[in-house]
């Protein structure tokens, strides 16, 4: 166990350290994805993260998609907020409010060293282009869905029952997981790191060893 593994219990100190590695991947930023069912952990992890990024933009998909268009969201995307990011500049986009059910103000994102986009379809194939990794919560979607539906409560219940059908169509038709650098267990205390599907473990990859990372115990 190194001196890291000791003081950063939860791998989100090391994780920060490794996403920080890669080249920039979309102009000068370093996209980095956190993809997984709804109700996953996403949301919490991405925060996290970008905590320990030292305040890192994170970059909900929430506020790119809308009720009619759960997951058609990609020009949206690669317009507002793609082209200016490889450009350098601050993109711009209109939040979308889902109680109004139209699209808010605009909201600036700046193109920081490291930018996280949080949400079902962050690794989508249209993106990987522009990603500099993928991270995946390793979570089924049953248990995923049972906590997102905890969290929402019964007034959104049925908004839960055709979003599981449409979520499981998209990761059908455009599946993220078989391109994840990293799968991402949350555990009782932080969180196991385990190289993904798309690489060979390296010296630069989040990699929790469940014989010495406290979190894994």
């Not at 249209?126 to 248990?143: I, S």
């Not at 409560?153 to 169509?169: H, K, N, Q």
């Amino acid at each position: 166990m190194t001196d890291l593994d000791r003081t950063d219990r939860t791998g989100l100190g090391r994780a920060a350290a490794a996403l920080r590695l890669p080249a920039p991947s979309c102009g000068p930023v370093r996209l980095v994805a956190v993809d997984g069912h709804a109700g996953s952990g996403k949301s919490t992890l991405a925060a996290r993260l970008a905590a320990v990024l030292g305040g890192a933009p994170v970059l909900h998909l929430d506020d790119l998609a809308t009720h009619e268009e759960l997951f058609a969201w990609t020009g949206r995307m690669l317009g507002e907020v793609i082209g200016p990011l490889s450009r350098g500049e601050t993109a711009l986009y209109h939040p979308y409010d889902w109680n109004l059910r139209a699209f808010g103000p605009p909201r600036t994102l700046d193109p920081a060293p490291v930018v996280l986009l949080e949400g079902v379809g962050a690794g989508r194939r249209a993106l990987r282009p522009f990603l500099a990794r993928l991270l995946w919560m390793e979570r089924v979607p049953e248990e995923s869905w049972v906590r997102g539906r905890r969290r929402d409560g019964p007034a959104l219940s049925g908004f839960w029952d055709e979003w599981t059908v449409a979520e499981t169509r998209h990761f059908a038709e455009d599946p993220s997981r078989p391109f994840a650098d990293t799968l991402v267990r949350e555990c009782t205390e932080g969180y196991e790191w385990l190289p993904g599907p798309r690489v060979t473990a390296g010296p630069d990859q989040i990699i929790t060893h469940r014989d010495e990372s406290p979190a894994a115990n």
